[in-house]
C-alpha cells in the first residue's frame, strides 16, 4: 500500500463512538434518571465537535472514505430499523401477543417533550427518535465493521439486544410479558443485522449504486485496498 493511500477497512472507533451518542443518552436517562432532551442536547453537541474535528484532521481521501460509510450507514441503517420494526409489528400480530413493542415510541417522545404534551406529538417525536437510533447504530457499525461478512450485521444487532435486555425488563417493567418480549427483540434485532448486514457489505464494497457512493475514482481505490 502506497505510503499517502488510506486503509478502507481500517476501523474508525471515535467515529463509531460518536454515532452512538443518541442511544448513549438514553441509557445515561435511564441509569441516571436524568433528562434525556438533556443528554440528547450534551451528547449531540460534543459528538458533532468530536466528529469536526475529526474530519478537520483527516487527508482529503480519508474524508471522502469517512463521508462514504456515513452515507452507507444511513440508508442501510434506515431500510434495516424499517426491517426490525415491520418483523416486530408481524409477531404481535400473527402470534396475537399481548405486548406492543412500540409503546416506547410514546416514552421516548415523552421523555423528550415532556408528560404534558398531546399523545400525537410524543409518538412522533419518539418515533423519529426511534429511527434516529437505528439509522445512527448502523452508521456506526460502519465505521467499525462495514463491507465485512454479513454476519457481523448479525452479531452488532445482538450487541444491541444484550444491552437492551439488559436495561429495558426493569426499566418499563415487563416482567407480566417477560417471554413475549425475549422472542419480539430477538427476532427484530436478527432481521436488523441481517439487513445492515446485507446492505452495508453490498453498498460499501462497490456495488453500482450512483446515489449512494462516492466518485469512481474513490471506489477504485477502495476495491485495491481490500484486494491487498
Known sequence: MKEDSVDFNKPQLILALVAMASGIALVITILAKTSLALMLICLGAFAGFTAAFKLSRSRDRERQFIKHKFKVGLYSGFLATLAYDLSRFLLVKLGNMNLWPFETFLIFGQLIIGENVPKT???VVG????FLNGVMFSVAYCFVLGGRSWQYGILWALFLEAAMFTLYPGWLDLEAVMKEFTIVSMIGHITYGVVLGFLSRRWLRGRKLDHFLVSEQD????EEQIDQ
Not at 127 to 130: F, G, L, Q, S, V
Not at 219 to 222: F, G, K, Q, R, Y
Open 121 to 123: 406529538a410524543a409518538y
Open 219 to 222: 471506489l477504485t481505490l477502495e
Open 127 to 130: 418515533t423519529a427518535y426511534h
